[in-house]
């Protein structure tokens, strides 16, 4: 069975706090929180608070996805409101080991995320560093976007490199994710299903939900 983790990006910014109550009572496993700074990506989402005050109303792990230029410089500021697992992405860091370690440090988990036009290959240098793996379907900084197939053949490498090293971490795949895609995934090795849309733009949150789990 996958793992479904719940991006509040697609949620009603209005009614959040009521939507992430709904998706943890249908069983999703963590809240992805996406945080964009208007210069890595065009968009602008949350920031700290919106995790501190996640953690006030949900006990689900929470999962930030930073979207951003200079990761590092957040560091302190997500594990003070309790992120339990932070993820970056890998072309926005240019010391990623150290910076991984530096996660570690303050006992959030670790995670790398890849973007769709950015190669798995450095994987191979990375996985014992890592706790948590994202594999982008779309270009970050939307919800919505159409998925990218292209991250079959990323699943597939990846499974190869964690063969080859030795270390095995879950694999995420976030962007695009419906049933049907999300079928695929799975039967493709994908561990978590970080899914938006499906979720929360769907009346049925807790079908859409069940549907995702039952994968
Ligand atoms: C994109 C984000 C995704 C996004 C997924 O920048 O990283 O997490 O919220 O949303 P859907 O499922 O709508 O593609
Ligand atoms: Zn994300």
């Known amino acids: 069975m996958a ?3 719940a991006s509040i990006l697609a949620c009603d910014q209005m009614r959040i706090g009521e939507q992430i109550v709904a998706a943890e009572k249908a069983g999703v496993d963590f809240l992805h929180v996406d945080i964009m700074d208007g210069v890595y990506v065009e968009n602008l989402t949350f920031g700290p608070q919106t995790v501190r005050d996640i953690k006030r109303i949900s006990n689900l792990p929470v999962s930030v996805h930073l979207e951003l230029l200079h990761p590092e410089r957040y560091l302190s500021m997500f594990s003070e409101v309790g992120a339990d697992i932070l993820t970056f992405q890998l072309d926005a860091c240019n010391n990623p ?3 991984l370690k530096e996660i570690k440090k303050t006992g959030m988990k670790a995670g790398v995320g890849i ?9 191979k240098y990375l996985l014992h560093y890592i706790d948590w793996l994202i594999l982008m379907s779309v270009e970050p900084g939307y919800g919505g976007q159409t998925f990218e197939p292209s991250v079959y053949e990323k699943l597939n490498r990846t499974l190869e490199l964690m063969e080859e090293t030795g270390y095995r971490v879950p694999i995420s795949v976030d962007g695009g994710v419906n049933d ?8 493709a090795g994908a561990d978590v299903l970080i899914a938006g849309s499906y979720i929360f733009k769907n009346d049925d ?6 549907r995702l789990k039952r994968l």
């Open 115 to 123: 973007g769709p036009a950015y190669g798995v290959e450095n994987l």
């Open 3 to 5: 793992k479904v983790s």
């Open 180 to 187: 049907e895609i999300g079928r695929e995934l799975v039967a």
């Open 97 to 99: 080991i150290h910076f």
């Open 205 to 210: 949150f807790s079908g859409a939900i069940g």
